[in-house]
């Protein structure tokens, strides 16, 4: 197993300055869904893929409910999930409700064996070509920083 990265030139806020600097960064080798999952567990075990993509879209339909109903979701050999909440601080606890909740959210924590599988991971460089940066700024931002005096 290992996990390809490439180089990658990326602006950066340094100190208040925005700075180009290079980064590893991974580069996916591709996709997998509930139909490519549902086979490779078919190849290995007697039930059909259809049976398992059925068994893995209940799997995600009820993990998703019961974190929609606050509990915690364990799962022992890949991890647990926990619902989040960000939300603004206020001064006293009487002005705190809903609306003071900005986002929802959910939280992923790896077991030990899993980690593991990652940390044992080799990386290899995929590429010695340094990628380009991508400005994310705000086009306001752009066009102030180019007419700077």
Not at 93 to 98: G, I, S, T
Not at 113 to 136: Q, T, Y
Request: proline share 3%.
């Amino acid at each position: 197993m290992a996990i390809n990265y490439i180089k990658k030139k990326q602006l950066m806020n340094c100190n208040g300055k925005v700075e180009e600097r290079y980064v590893a960064k991974i580069q996916y080798t591709g996709h997998l869904n509930e139909d490519n999952i549902a086979e490779h567990i078919s190849n290995a075990t007697t039930a059909s893929a259809s049976e398992v993509g059925m068994y893995i879209r209940e799997l995600e339909y009820y993990i998703s409910r019961r974190l929609a109903e606050g509990y915690i979701v364990r799962l022992d050999h890949l991890g647990t999930f926990y619902p989040t909440i960000h939300a603004k601080a206020q001064t006293t606890a009487d002005d705190v409700d809903y609306r003071t909740i900005t986002r929802k959210g959910v939280l992923f924590r790896p077991t030990a064996e899993f980690k593991e599988v990652l940390e044992g991971a080799s990386l290899n460089l995929a590429s010695p070509k340094v990628m380009k940066a991508i400005d994310h700024r705000k086009k306001s931002e752009q066009w102030a920083l180019s007419h700077e005096p």
